[in-house]
């Protein structure tokens, strides 16, 4: 069965913007921080990072799907899977949701393992691909590309 992957996010009051919503951009630092703290889980539980020093982002989409206002919504999380696994690279699933109930935004993002010291994507070790893959949305999508 796919694991999720489930990342509390507590609203500050700073967050809102002069319309009153919770701004673009931190969605962007929600998910940040939810890709750091699962990556920091596979770390923990493989003995290892990916690749030989870490990872870098190389994209990201994200749809937004409704308002959030600080005054009616304290908390969200953000809820982690894997569409695909590369050789060097996953493709991660995120959704930002209020808790249990409706979805607020959702994100595309693609990670890649990398050699800082070589300046280039390196391969996700044997153990990462299979930390990875506990986490893959349907049957059949992580097979390597």
């Not at 699933?93 to 249990?100: C, F, I, L, M, S």
């Not at 010291?117 to 390597?144: C, F, H, I, N, T």
Request: hydrophobic residues 40%; proline residues 3%.
């Amino acid at each position: 069965m796919r694991e999720t992957y489930i990342h509390p996010v507590h609203l500050r009051w700073s967050d809102e913007d002069r319309n009153g919503h919770v701004n673009n951009s931190k969605f962007m630092t929600y998910t940040e921080d939810a890709r750091i703290a699962w990556l920091g889980v596979m770390r923990a539980q493989t003995g290892a990072g990916p690749g030989s020093e870490g990872v870098i982002l190389a994209s990201l989409h994200c749809e937004y799907k409704a308002q959030v206002h600080f005054a009616h919504t304290k908390e969200l999380e953000v809820l982690n899977t894997v569409r695909r696994i590369g050789s060097s690279s996953v493709e991660l699933h995120q959704t930002v949701q209020v808790p249990g109930a409706e979805v607020v935004a959702d994100l595309i993002t693609v990670l890649v393992s990398f050699d800082y010291d070589a300046g280039r994507a390196a391969p996700w070790g044997d153990e990462q691909r299979a930390w990875l893959g506990k986490y893959v949305e349907g049957v059949g999508d992580a097979a390597a590309v």
